[in-house]
């Protein structure tokens, strides 16, 4: 069987979203070798998106919920006495699921009812497999539905709280009833062996996230004249930036004219507005909210380092992002992220909320000499791709559809 040869069905929460850019690149290098993909989600028809690559995916996508719950308990109640059968396999499965869930049994039933919708879309379309993204209630759908009569199934393993709630997630289920599992990192496929049987872990794959061939730089880009500490992503706080704003401030003592960009927004917005007024560097610091994936390039290449101070995280994209377009990094020892950035050699890592260590690495990013600031790039940049060319990964998706691998 070759890519040509496949269809399958994409399954996410939410889709487009902003923090999801990583799917829509999988999606797209999967139609680029060949494979027809059909976009199913929950919920994002009404997203407020802004990037044009993403207005243009939604339009490409099916959504359970955009008729309402109304609407979905209903089509199921139908389903259900069209094939009482199966209909009472899943009904079992979903309730034994709910049991020391994250969720009381009402959510499983309505994700019973999210795969009888996707069951009915799926009669006569052509799919044979359909790979879900996040180990949380889009698994647990696609192993309804394949309960249901549905395709063969598997799913992407992204971050640490699925990690964390793996004993209430089922995945011993999940995963025996996969075709397959991919997990982002090395790191992140040690987590989820923890909770399953030997017999099992062969089925659990590394694949990881990837970038396209436009992501990656073909030459060196000057850096900033003046230096420019950027971080990327959602105004949250496992994302540690209170911690950044705290040792950037020490920086600023010792280089007045630094810059700190923070690239993203969210619910910790005013606290970190809050915390900036009150360390009186407002002048130093700004904020840009949303922005689109051709100004997340802009920012980078404005940037003399990339700083992600996270507390918890799977393996940050941004990271590779910057990597990918020459540039260092300073981030924390923690999940997948040691398995990409080199300290020394394509930046630098310090300990998960230790806000003089990371002063300390912020400080030595504005010693070094652009000689080796360039040099780390170069060193990143060749990293990057080696391990995160979004062709080469989603070839192994395509091996793995196809029953290849």
């Not at 994409?10 to 799917?23: A, E, G, M």
Request: charged letters at 25%.
């Amino acid at each position: 069987m070759t890519a040509h040869d496949l269809h399958v069905a994409y399954l996410v929460n939410q889709y487009p979203k902003v923090s999801h850019t990583f799917i829509r690149r999988e999606i797209l290098a999967l139609e680029r070798l060949g494979v027809s993909v059909s976009r199913f989600a929950l919920r994002g028809w009404d997203a407020d998106v802004v990037d044009p690559q993403d207005i243009e995916e939604r339009a490409r996508t099916r959504y359970t919920l955009q008729t309402g719950l109304p609407g979905l308990l209903g089509g199921a109640i139908r389903h259900a006495f069209r094939h009482p059968r199966p209909a009472w396999t899943a009904f079992k499965a979903a309730l034994s699921m709910s049991r020391k869930s994250t969720r009381p049994w009402p959510y499983h039933l309505i994700y019973l009812a999210h795969a009888m919708r996707i069951h009915r879309w799926l009669e006569g379309s052509g799919v044979t497999h359909l790979h879900a993204h996040f180990g949380t209630n889009p698994a647990e759908i696609a192993h309804l539905l394949r309960l249901l009569g549905g395709p063969s199934y598997s799913f992407t393993i992204h971050g640490m709280d699925e990690a964390d709630n793996a004993p209430r997630l089922n995945f011993d289920r999940k995963v025996d009833g996969a075709k397959f599992v991919a997990c982002i990192s090395a790191f992140t496929r040690a987590q989820l062996l923890r909770h399953l049987t030997p017999d099992d872990w062969e089925k659990v794959k590394v694949v990881h996230c990837g970038l396209p061939k436009r992501a990656f730089a073909e030459h060196e880009t000057a850096l900033p004249a003046t230096p420019n500490f950027l971080c990327i992503g959602r105004l949250s706080g496992e994302k540690g930036h209170l911690i950044l704003l705290d040792a950037f401030a020490d920086v600023l003592k010792q280089k007045p004219d630094a810059r700190l960009t923070l690239a993203g927004d969210g619910d910790l917005r005013d606290v970190i507005e809050t915390r900036i007024a009150r360390l009186g560097i407002v002048d130093a610091v700004r904020i840009t909210g949303w922005i689109t994936s051709e100004q997340v390039r802009d920012e980078i290449l404005n940037c003399h380092v990339l700083v992600q101070p996270s507390f918890i995280e799977g393996l940050p994209v941004v990271i590779m992002e910057a990597m990918a377009l020459r540039r260092p990094v300073i981030s924390t020892y923690i999940a997948g992220i040691p398995e990409l950035v080199r300290p020394g050699e394509t930046g630098w890592l310090v300990p998960a909320g230790a806000i003089g260590d990371l002063s300390d690495a912020m400080q030595s990013s504005l010693d070094a000499s652009e000689e080796d600031l360039q040099q780390m790039g170069r060193l990143g940049g060749k990293r990057a791709l080696a391990r995160h060319s979004i062709d080469t990964e989603a070839a192994k998706l395509a091996a793995l559809f196809a029953g290849q691998v």
